[in-house]
């Protein structure tokens, strides 16, 4: 089992277990959860946290919502949940942005563990802190920074994930390689293991490490925090554009567009963003068709990094292990991503 510890002048400690017993002694006073995961651990989680109560929303990217976090708020306090209680975010992605949020909203803050069920969540999401929910059309508009008290990542929850929320994780995996080198040779030299579930599980702590190190040094992303948003506003743009796709799915997509910006605006490798693309590209199982470009450069423009809507700011790769932030006026974007998507898709 690995642990890691993130501390920093603006957060509290966070630990993180990683592994095999990872879960050994998980407490909680009220359980976060959906439908899905209720479903598939009902007796672990009974096992578990005998008489605590459960809640769990609707599965789904479409129940990330206002709505929802106050549904959890009013069970929170039906429940009697005090200021020294722990709510547990036992689930993918959703439920720990939602759950992370809610603890942190609940009597001015609250005592939270993360279990991840996802290997996106594992690798990425519930490590860090960013919570939020969608609001007015927007991905993550209304949030707050809240670190966990602990995440306890366990591979036993991978074995239950359909192919398509592996490839969800894939596209966080590949978006950390596109930052460590070390983790792109990985990749590289094992690009026909992509799906094999004791690969990706082999994969889980080292990107831990990755996301732990950059969340010490910047827990609140007034700086290098900003390399994780790789592949994310464009991603972004297309999956509120669509959403016939996972989020990872589109940060990919994301990865192999802005891969494709960078070509055309730095001084990069061109050998290795081609290596990239295709690594990305081999984990989504090639490009899908993409709805329209103008759309998403409009939703791009709403993005919550940029610095003004004249603009869009995207972390872009340049080279193993280097990336560049670009600042693109928004009708050159706007054209040069279309002009992408036709040469792309």
């Not at 991905?139 to 592996?166: I, M, S, Y």
């Not at 969800?168 to 690009?191: P, Q, R």
């Not at 910006?261 to 050998?271: I, N, S």
């Amino acid at each position: 089992m690995r642990e890691f510890r993130i501390t920093g002048s603006e957060t509290q400690k966070s630990i993180v277990l990683c592994g095999d017993g990872a879960l050994d002694g998980a407490t909680g006073d009220f359980v976060f959860t959906d439908g899905n995961v209720l479903r598939l651990y009902k007796d672990w989680i009974a096992d578990t946290f005998s008489g605590r109560p459960v809640y769990a929303m609707p599965a789904g990217e479409e129940y990330k919502t206002p709505q929802t976090l106050f549904a959890l708020l009013e069970r929170m306090a039906g429940a009697g949940l005090t200021r020294k209680s722990t709510l547990v975010c036992l689930g993918g992605g959703v439920v720990g942005d939602i759950g992370g949020l809610a603890s942190a909203l609940y009597m001015r803050g609250i005592g939270c563990v993360q279990i991840p069920t996802t290997l996106l969540a594992q690798v990425d999401s519930s490590v860090g802190g960013k919570t939020a929910v969608d609001f007015c059309g927007v991905k993550n508009l209304v949030g707050a920074f809240k670190q966990p008290d602990r995440v306890l990542a366990d591979a036993r929850f991978l074995k239950t994930l359909p192919p398509r929320e592996l490839r969800c994780g894939l596209g966080e995996i590949v978006k950390h390689a596109a930052l460590d080198g070390k983790l792109f040779d990985t990749l590289a030299a094992n690009a026909s293991r992509l799906t094999e579930l004791g690969f990706l599980a082999e994969l889980v702590p080292e990107n831990i490490a990755i996301k732990a190190e950059v969340v010490q040094k910047d827990a609140k992303e007034s700086g290098l925090r900003q390399c994780l948003n790789l592949g994310h506003t464009t991603g972004h743009a297309f999956e509120l554009t669509d959403g016939a796709l996972s989020h990872g799915e589109y940060v990919l997509i994301g990865i192999a567009l802005e891969a494709e910006l960078a070509k055309g605006r730095t001084k990069c490798d061109v050998g290795y963003l081609e290596e990239l693309q295709s690594l990305a590209m081999r984990a989504l199982g090639g490009m899908p068709a993409l709805p329209s470009a103008a759309r998403a450069a409009e939703l791009a423009r709403l993005d919550k990094k940029n610095h003004t809507s004249a603009a869009v700011v995207v972390t872009a790769p340049v080279s193993k292990g280097e990336y560049a932030l670009l600042e693109i006026p928004f009708a050159d974007y706007c054209a040069e991503l279309a002009a992408i998507q036709e040469k792309l898709c």
